[in-house]
């Protein structure tokens, strides 16, 4: 079975801290995908990486950055911390490259709350 | 942007009555999948339809896909409480970046199963 990990399920930090969220995943996957789930808005794509060293803006990517020195660890990163940006989030992968169709599998979560 | 949209956003039903939620979307897809849910933690992946398929079954699970009308059923039979989550729809780019699969999700729809 596929597993996607997350460091924290639970996170509180003060505005103004450096946010460091990790995943790991332990299937040799290309993709990887860091979302944010707010109620309401369902999931928004922040980032994501296709290979290592190599990412892509998602749909809401202001005030986030992500690392990918290796294949199978994904980090977001929180550089300023504020209150918007509590929230839950999920980290996934998927396999293939090339057009194929593709299932992504999730990390648990991590609910950030930013005081 | 939303791509996937659930309807209704929230169902109660009793137990071993059945469960249809319904996604529509708005631009070309080559799949779409749907996601469940458990309170709290990450989604995890049920099934997919291609873009040339009309129905797909797994165990208690039938899917539907409607191009025409841009549309995918979820049907769950015989309800359970283990099936109380929240159910989402996912669906793929049209264009894929750098060979990576982008998938847009819905807002989800919230299922209760009352014992």
């Known amino acids: 079975d596929v597993k996607v990990t997350q460091s924290s399920r639970y996170l509180v930090k003060r505005t103004g801290e450096k946010v460091f969220l990790e995943c790991v995943q332990d299937?040799?996957?290309?993709?990887m995908f860091w979302y944010r789930q707010d109620p309401g808005l369902g999931l928004r794509l922040i980032y994501f990486s296709y290979d290592v060293k190599m990412k892509e803006k998602g749909d809401i990517p202001e005030g986030y950055s992500v690392s990918r020195e290796k294949k199978e660890r994904f980090s977001l990163i929180l550089e300023s911390a504020s209150t918007n940006q509590t929230s839950m989030y999920l980290c996934?992968?998927?396999?293939?490259?090339?057009?194929?169709?593709?299932?992504?599998?999730f990390g648990p979560g991590t609910r950030l709350t930013v005081l | 942007s939303q791509q996937g949209e659930e309807d209704p956003q929230a169902l109660s039903i009793q137990e071993g009555e059945n469960a249809t939620m319904n996604c529509s979307y708005k631009t070309s897809i080559n799949n779409l999948q749907w996601y469940r849910q458990n309170s709290g933690r990450g989604l995890v992946h049920l099934i997919l339809i291609r873009s040339n398929e009309r129905e797909k079954h797994s165990g208690r699970l039938r899917v539907t896909l409607d191009t025409s009308k841009k549309s995918s059923s979820l049907l769950i039979t015989a309800s359970r409480a283990a099936d109380t989550a929240s159910y989402f729809c996912a669906t793929d780019s049209y264009i894929i970046i750098q060979g990576a699969q982008k998938l847009v999700f819905g807002q989800g729809t919230r299922l209760t199963i009352n014992p």
């Open positions: 996934a992968s998927s396999k293939y490259r090339g057009g194929s169709t593709d299932t992504q599998y």
């Open positions: 299937m040799d996957h290309e993709n």
